[in-house]
């Protein structure tokens, strides 16, 4: 009835309240489409650790024999242990270790082999 009344010609009026909301609705759809844009464009998170060569299989031939020393040490009173120790030593491949764990530095080498020889000194 108001608009009938105030507009005869029955076009929309605005008030200033309605564009205030307006133009605070379209700066946070603004804000929200540069968070998502941002959000795209962000790389995923990747750890490098910069500045380490990358492992030679001889290395990690000799790498692998001293980890494995190293734990027969900490644990010489265990025997079965050390029996472990020695078979996982003894059916070491270092090519298939390599495949499975390319472009290893000598950081990520210690990682794995931590994982790998846990459960064999539990």
Avoid: C, W
Avoid at 6 to 18: C, H, K, M, V, Y
Avoid at 62 to 86: F, Q, R
């Amino acid at each position: 009835m108001f608009n009938s009344v105030n507009n005869p010609f029955g076009q929309r009026i605005e008030s200033a309240l309605s564009t205030g909301q307006e133009k605070r609705q379209h700066q946070q759809e603004q804000q929200k489409e540069e968070e998502k844009r941002y959000l795209e464009n962000d790389e995923k998170d990747e750890v490098k650790i910069g500045g380490l060569p990358i492992l030679t299989e001889e290395e990690i031939a000799a790498m692998t024999n001293n980890y494995i020393a190293n734990l027969k040490s900490e644990h010489s009173s265990e025997p079965k242990i050390i029996e472990k120790l020695d078979k996982f030593l003894t059916k070491f491949d270092v090519k298939k270790f390599m495949k499975q764990n390319p472009n290893m530095t000598s950081a990520d080498f210690h990682m794995v082999m931590f994982n790998e020889t846990v459960n064999l000194i539990k």
